[in-house]
């Protein structure tokens, strides 16, 4: 076996079809969009190249055959309360069913990590934001989300055999959306419609600036600071809602007021995946007025959620019943029969407990976040609760 680093476009574009060779043919799968690999790897479309560093390889066999990929990440904005060591990170990895192979791919990552002072490494993770490329599936192996990975089963058992242990589990949740609502969820809904103060509205197209404005100070107030989750730009989500716009479901994105001022969103969009899926991972203009041809000629009849946030100062008053409510009265109407949630982390058991309360809800996938601790006398400790 020989072990390649990744120098130039030619080694990208190899590296992009080792996913496809290893897992193209399994069921469930989708290919992933070329561009947004590359956007991970390019330091001009990567931001968190600003804060450190990425390397990928490819290992064949002595026919040249492609076994497997890895990439390894440092940055140094990763960080978990409670770490006592840097932490690097390992993502975008894939590997026939062969542990020598996979302990070369993994071992190549870890000696670079180590060279750059790294005291463990988390994976498969994203070289930037956790809403994209994050963690092993381990239960769920069907069509997945618009980037998220998708994997064989036995990359369970590659991780483990090499000493990997689960640092957290992440937990997708599905629902049919034209089910009634728990009696208790409707009991609180009740309760903050009845106060004339409240009230709950989906977006417009035509004033994405202002909903923009709003999505940036909700955000940032609920969720900035947890798990990592940075401040978010106000130009950063003008540009985000620009992006959505062709595919966006205005009526799919709900905010709640007290007497006018934003305090919550629920922010949903089609599944983009239901689309991708016809377009083999390429994107190029041919490819984008197809795009835009099936959102206008083909039904998509999942959607999913994106981001959901109660500020500090209105959690626990009910506010989340109000708005999951509202929003669901809409879907009704709307042709969407599938609904799955992007992953909650198990150290945020509060939002869980919210999720299986709100409706008849069902764990539709897991996922898993692996951590390796280079120094194997130091105790391996989970990710801190919530």
């Not at 492609?66 to 440092?74: D, E, N, Q, S």
């Not at 041809?293 to 500020?311: A, M, P």
């Not at 919210?354 to 897991?366: F, G, V």
Request: glycine share 8%.
């Amino acid at each position: 076996m020989q072990l390649v680093q990744v120098q130039d476009s030619a080694g990208a574009r190899e590296f992009i079809n080792v996913n496809v060779d290893i897992l193209g043919g399994l069921p469930g799968y989708i290919r992933p969009l070329d561009k947004d690999i590359e956007e991970v790897f390019d330091p001009k479309k990567n931001k968190a190249f600003r804060h450190g560093e990425a390397a990928r390889w490819i290992l064949k066999d002595d026919e040249g055959r492609r076994l497997g990929r890895i990439a390894a990440f440092v940055n140094k904005r990763y960080k978990t309360k409670g770490d006592e060591f840097p932490v690097g990170g390992i993502g975008f990895f894939d590997c026939t069913n062969n542990q020598d192979a996979a302990d070369r791919l993994f071992d190549v990552a870890r000696h670079w990590l180590l060279q750059r002072g790294m005291g463990a490494m988390d994976g498969p993770i994203n070289f930037g934001e956790r809403d994209s490329w994050w963690g092993l599936v381990s239960e769920g192996f069907h069509e997945p989300l618009y980037r998220m990975n998708f994997n064989a089963p036995y990359y369970q058992a590659l991780f483990e055999n090499y000493g990997f242990k689960v640092f957290f589990e992440q937990i997708c949740f599905g629902m049919d959306p034209k089910k009634p609502f728990s009696k208790k969820l409707m009991d609180r809904h009740a309760f903050i419609a009845s106060d004339p103060a409240y009230r709950a509205a989906h977006i417009s197209k035509k004033n994405l600036d202002l909903y923009a404005g709003y999505f940036t100070e909700v955000y940032n107030k609920a969720w900035a600071g947890h798990g990592g989750m940075k401040q978010m730009k106000l130009d950063q989500v003008k540009q985000l809602f620009k992006q959505m716009k062709p595919f966006m479901e205005e009526r799919l994105i709900w905010f709640t007021y007290h007497n006018d001022i934003p305090i919550a969103m629920f922010a949903n969009i089609p599944d983009l995946n239901q689309w991708f899926k016809y377009l083999n991972g390429k994107f190029g203009l041919l490819q984008k007025l197809k795009f835009l041809w099936l959102v206008k000629t083909k039904k998509n009849k999942k959607f999913t959620g994106l981001v959901f946030g109660v500020v500090p100062e209105y959690q626990g008053k009910g506010i989340d019943s109000y708005l999951i409510a509202e929003t669901g009265k809409m879907v009704l109407i709307l042709p969407y029969t599938e609904y799955e949630m992007q992953w909650v982390g198990d150290f945020n058991p509060k939002m869980i407990n919210l999720i299986r309360n709100m409706a008849d809800t069902y764990p539709s996938r897991k996922l898993r976040t692996y951590r390796y601790i280079f120094d194997r006398t130091i105790e391996f400790k989970r990710h801190p609760i919530f």
